[in-house]
DNA sequence: AATATATCGTTGGAAATGAAATGAGTCAAA
DNA sequence: TTTGACTCATTTCATTTCCAACGATATATT
């Protein structure tokens, strides 16, 4: 008998990772979706912004793991919420630069700790130090899978 | 100026989840639906049949973090490409019991072995032992977020 | 038994998604 | 300086997804 068909899959660690990544962005999601009516897309774009303004839909799409068209929308959205600015490069006119409004800049001065906090909390669910061990090795694999 | 509205997603752990999970999904994902034609539910329903079989839409919906909907219509595309079998339990006829055929135990004889090597390259890419102490935190953090 | 309530798997339809097409702009080579 | 090959952001369109509704069945209450 193919012992070998015999899968588990709640074994399996790819599986495990996507439960696991589902869940707790999940959960995160369910606060700035609540609180603040973010998409995950817009929660990232605002997110990767808070830190590096004046940012084209190129580069944020290299940083961020989300395909142009969705950029684009969520950007679209912000933009009609007042949250983020866009304006034609001029440097270089195919290029839209886009920046935190005031708007969103306090957003994120309101969600950015809570965000901390989230993770602070979802760390502090491992045993001792764990967490921070659990962090230094996602950080060496996305490393290593680049 | 506030200082805190200043956030480094790349640092922040539910996005680093995100990526890696999403990769390394998309790398496997990449090996079952070239080869065998799967999409990601249908890898997830045989997975998880081969395991146990006779096994309702509600069982699998529960185990496998996927919505019925999804899994209603994987297992129809599944049944008629030969893979797997539905019938009307004969206990509750409300439920449809799946199970795999013999031609799905052939595809999961062929798979488990690939995705066994697939993990074992994944785990291999850490330093050290560490590939062991990172499943087990996952495994660690799954268990603290049922 | 009759009725009400709950659960099962499937399906319909609105919304989201992603791949490719589009249109605007840039740049290099002849 | 014209041509052609690229690149950028948006839009289009076919597909997928998700939620809620549905019909069928089961269970609890009267």
Known sequence: MSQSANFELDA??????????????????????????LSLAEWRVVAH??????????????????DKAKISRAAQRLEAN???EKRQSA?????????LTQKGRDMMA?????????????????ADGDGRAFQRLVMEALEASK
Chains 1, 2 share one sequence.
Request: aromatic residues 12%.
């Open 91 to 99: 440097v270089d006119r195919r290029l839209v630069e886009m920046s």
């Open 110 to 126: 309101e969600i950015a700790p809570i965000a901390r906090r989230f993770e602070a909390d979802f760390l502090a669910r491992f």
């Open 49 to 66: 912004l808070s830190a590096a303004d004046k940012v084209s839909t190129r580069e944020v799409f290299a940083r961020v793991d989300l």
């Open 12 to 37: 399996f660690l790819p599986y495990q990772l996507a439960i696991l990544s589902s869940r707790v962005s999940a959960e995160f999601a369910e606060i700035y979706g609540r609180r603040f009516g």
């Open 82 to 84: 007042g949250l983020i």
